[in-house]
């Protein structure tokens, strides 16, 4: 009995040992994941267009200066790349090297776009004189080719626009401005929201032909697509794709189970054990499809789990395509 018993720790402390030397190599690795999106009628000329999807790093170092990851992006050929968040680990971290040193070696940024996660610092503070500015981390990332995406930008073609816009922003009714509060600071911010929702009434001029894309650092759940669609004070607008991070496609994964949990609170279960359709990856819900990528870092909301667990750090590229 105790030689058996010896035999069956020696195997647990040898399955150990592996799981801690794959999991550290695991951590360490980047894939490419390819998605292709069926978009209606999408004009022949932007037929196999990509977008390359970088997110949620959190300061995590794949080689020396990035040079992994950079590597990874240089290799791939696409025409926007979009961060979608949590470049930090949190809101008051000031180790902007990691995502400078990637954003410093990355060749293509022509058409280069940032959205803020939760653990980004907020986007804007106050000056001395009271007057509003980007923080300096966004300002560090605008210097280095990426372009903070507050409203809507948009990437020309001859047949068509790709409209990219802030998810959050765009379905708030332009119609409807805020009141301008008395307290001078506040109405600074006020009077930029408003800006920013006069320039997303572009979309209403917007053809047919043209293509709707939203970024947002949290997916969209099928409960929050409806509670917008049901508030008059919102509009949900005819998206083509909404991209989004995150989840990190659940963090701690286990084999023929999926992902364990997702920060998500319109989960009764507040995102344990979250269905595992909705995790990564695309799906698609009332006519909206949406793609989740599971991203390159992790989070640090529970310290000793701050790693990836059978979940393979990615980057996206998401090619569009025709749909008759």
Known sequence: ?????????????LFLVVLIIYTIWDNNRIKVVEQDIAINNLPDEVDGFKILQVTDLHEKQFGENQGKLIEKINAIDYDVIVFTGDMLISGTSNNYAPIYSLLEGIDNKEHALFVPGNSDPRTYVYDEDMNLKKHEFIEGMEKR?????????????????????DFELSILDPQKQAAIPTNARIAKYVQHRNQLRNEMSKLDA???????????????????IDQIMNN??????????????????????????????????????????????????????KQTKQYVSAGLGSSKTISFLKFRLFNTPEINVLKLKRKE
């Open 1 to 13: 009995m105790r030689k058996a018993g010896g035999r069956v720790l020696v195997g647990l402390l």
């Open 145 to 165: 080719g990426v372009k903070l995406l507050e409203s809507i930008r948009t990437v020309e073609t001859e047949s068509t626009d790709i409209h990219f816009v």
């Open 206 to 224: 917007a053809n047919d032909s043209d293509v709707v894309i939203a970024l947002n650092h949290y997916p969209i759940v099928d409960a929050r």
């Open 232 to 285: 008059p004070a919102n509009l949900f607008r005819k998206y083509d794709l909404i991209m989004a991070g995150h989840y990190h496609g659940g963090q701690i994964r286990l084999p023929f189970i999926g992902a364990l949990f997702v920060p998500e609170p319109y989960y009764e279960n507040g995102g344990l054990f979250p269905p595992q359709d909705r995790v990564k990856g695309l799906w698609e819900y």
